[in-house]
């Protein structure tokens, strides 16, 4: 593929705003994971929570947005100046011009959890204030994000669970590729909710511990929310220094709706398409950002896919341990987590993970360090069988 | 930069919805040959899947299995070779239904098979156990704007990998209350295989750009209202062109203010 710039990028986890933020915790390879105490929730797990996210108001002529998982994206919208370079680019394009991508795995889906609760006693009716369309449906952080920037052009949300928000990078460069837009917004929002909360309890995969990826001991996710967002834009002469993303690679395991290929052959072929699509071989790989789950099947499946494509010569890690799997946002905050370590010439750690499993031969980066990177992987792949990986360089 | 034009060539397609079972009936109602007699959608039981996963089945994985297979069929593809495009407004709402109001007593402990199920791609995800494709899928919604945003992405597929994409655009009802919040009124989906190339199978061109003009109504009031309250049905004008072997624009709704300008050429006759 062409390559196309990250104009901009921000994210916010649990472990903050902004890229700061993040750049100070994955240095300190601190955690943000904590026992969870969210909502009504009474499961003990540990989960990855972003502060104050209720106390974020959206605009009174937005208000039919209002749910967790939309004032997530406006806190994640209006970091790290990440507003003002869409609305330059808007300016510079038109509005028609810029496109909306963004991934997500259940969207708004609390406040129906929430109306549910609050049904008419003798009706059953939910409560008037619940609005479907701007909360609950997929679509709904794309349209908030569409309409914050008065924007007019072509939108999208893109719904495959774990790998949503890498498919969005995929989407968005076919169209600047073909010329059909001149920006992209693109990125993932993913809340905590209680379907996801009770739905990978019901499946055993999630940890009563903080996750361990790759740990002998592993025994499950730590669910954990989030907002990430890039401008993409084409720039066929960028400056040293710029993050580029190289190549996207897209596969399905055609295997099973909640496990993944044993020997994560659907990983597998994702990975080869996205080196093609680079162009680029495995020996060009610095750094690989597992999707490392922390479940036993998953990490075993992927570490099988990594270690049949790369041997154990490339350092990689899951960077979930320091604030969680945030489901469909993972992809956007771990490519920028990339784009990070690129730019900042530091391999993240690995909080949380112990003792390696010995049966998975890859080079397993634990702790972080300064290491020369030039193009970094990054894995994504979601329930249903929906793989995504995506290569990002920094121009030399 | 100016834009490549988004063009493809139709090879196949494959329809489900209320009182039309499948393309054959629609083309004749869309032809004005037969008259449209209003009835519940029937979806096909889904064959291709193994018996534990037929057996659950939701409506939504019966529906988009129904109308992919029934394109692929039309054209002579092979599904297991395709990368698709799932486009849906919602995903299985009955699903939904259930684990929100269980979630909202007190025995939280939800049914595993339910929870994965619960996933926006969940149809793809069944897609590729039945078909053994382990082609990309693209599952995404844009609410009533769904049917829009899956052929702007299947045809840059098109376009960029010059391989045949399969667009399925399905959407179901919610069952209340979520229906009076949501009022979709039952099952309907489109299929469309589309290729970089011409073939045998051919049925015509569609080149899409953006465009600001109305979308084209249709004049039956029933087949309008299938339009209007199920969003993969927006293709509907695009369908009575194909079916009546009529070249020419057609607008299509997309997300205001943009809409999409699709122009149908050589059309098979």
Request: charged content about 15%; hydrophobic content about 45%.
């Amino acid at each position: 593929m062409t390559p196309l710039q990250l104009s901009a990028y921000t994210l916010t986890t649990a472990l903050g705003r902004g890229l700061a933020a993040h750049r100070e915790a994955l240095r300190a390879e601190r955690s943000a994971l904590a026992p969870c105490a969210f909502e009504s929730v009474d499961l003990d797990t540990w989960v990855g929570e972003v502060p104050d996210v209720d106390a974020q108001t959206l605009p009174e002529a937005l208000a039919r947005y209002d749910c967790r998982n939309n004032r997530l994206t406006l806190m994640g919208l209006e970091t790290d100046g990440f507003a003002e370079r869409v609305r330059e680019a808007s300016a510079r394009y038109g509005a028609d011009r810029v496109g909306v991508f963004l991934g997500t795995s259940t969207a708004g889906i609390l406040q129906t959890e929430l109306a549910y609760r609050r049904r008419d006693p003798a009706s059953g009716a939910l409560p008037d204030h619940f609005h479907y369309r701007t909360t609950h449906n997929a679509f709904s952080l794309a349209e908030f994000t569409r309409d914050h920037f008065a924007l007019e052009g072509m939108a999208m949300a893109i719904s495959t669970a774990c790998s949503s928000s890498a498919k969005v990078f995929a989407a968005a460069a076919r169209q600047l590729a073909l010329g059909t837009i001149d920006a992209a917004i693109v990125g993932g929002v993913d809340s905590l909710c209680l379907t996801t909360l009770y739905g990978f309890a019901s499946l055993q995969l999630t940890s009563s511990q903080p996750c361990r990826p790759y740990d002998a001991a592993r025994d499950g996710i730590s669910i954990g929310e989030g907002a990430a967002f890039a401008l993409l834009e084409r720039n066929d002469a960028p400056v040293a220094g710029t993050v580029m993303l190289l190549g996207v690679g897209e596969s399905s395991d055609a295997y099973h709706m909640s496990a993944p290929h044993p020997q994560g052959l659907g990983a597998r072929l994702a990975m080869e398409a996205a080196l093609r699509s680079a162009g680029l071989g495995v020996g060009d790989i610095d750094y690989i950002n597992l999707h490392g789950t922390a479940t036993p099947a998953n990490d075993s499946a992927e570490g099988q896919a990594v270690s049949a494509l790369f041997g154990d010569t490339v350092p990689g890690n899951s960077t979930k341990g320091y604030m969680g799997h945030t489901l469909g946002a993972a992809g956007a905050i771990e490519a920028i987590i990339c784009a990070m370590a690129l730019t900042d010439g530091r391999l993240p750690g690995s909080p949380g993970t112990g003792a390696l499993d010995p049966s998975i031969p890859i080079r397993y980066q634990r702790h972080g360090a300064d290491a020369p990177l030039r193009h970094a992987l990054s894995n994504s792949f979601g329930f249903g069988g929906s793989n995504c990986s995506l290569v990002l360089g920094v121009t030399a | 930069m100016s834009a490549a034009p988004l063009q493809a060539w139709i090879n196949g397609i494959g329809l489900i919805a209320p009182g039309l079972p499948d393309w054959a009936t629609a083309a004749a109602v869309l032809r004005g040959e037969a008259a449209y007699v209003s009835a519940p959608s029937v979806l096909p039981v889904p064959l291709l899947l193994p018996p534990a996963e037929r057996r659950r089945a939701s409506r939504v994985i019966r529906l988009s299995l129904g109308v992919g297979l029934e394109a692929v069929t039309h054209a002579g593809a092979d599904a297991s070779t395709l990368a698709t495009v799932f486009a849906a407004s919602g995903a299985d709402g009955h699903n939904c239904h259930s684990l929100c109001e269980q979630l909202a007593g007190d025995d939280r402990q939800i049914s595993p098979t339910r929870f994965h199920n619960s996933v926006h791609n969940a149809a793809a995800g069944y897609w590729g156990i039945a078909t053994h494709s382990m082609a990309p899928c693209q599952v995404l919604g844009a609410f009533d704007a769904s049917f829009g945003a899956g052929l702007l992405d299947a045809l840059a597929q098109v376009a960029m990998d010059g391989q045949p994409v399969l667009l399925v655009a399905y959407d179901s009802e919610y069952p209340e209350p979520l229906h009076a919040k949501r009022d979709t009124p039952d099952c309907g989906g489109v299929a469309l295989l589309l290729s970089a190339q011409r073939s045998a199978a051919s049925l015509a061109s569609i080149t899409v750009a953006p465009s600001r003009a109305p979308a084209e109504v249709l004049g039956d009031a029933a087949m309008e209202g299938l339009r209007q309250n199920i969003p993969a049905l927006r293709a509907l004008p695009l369908l009575q062109r194909l079916a009546r072997g009529t070249a020419g624009p057609v607008v299509l709704d997309y997300l205001a203010p943009m809409q999409l300008q699709v122009d149908l050429q050589d059309l098979r006759q």
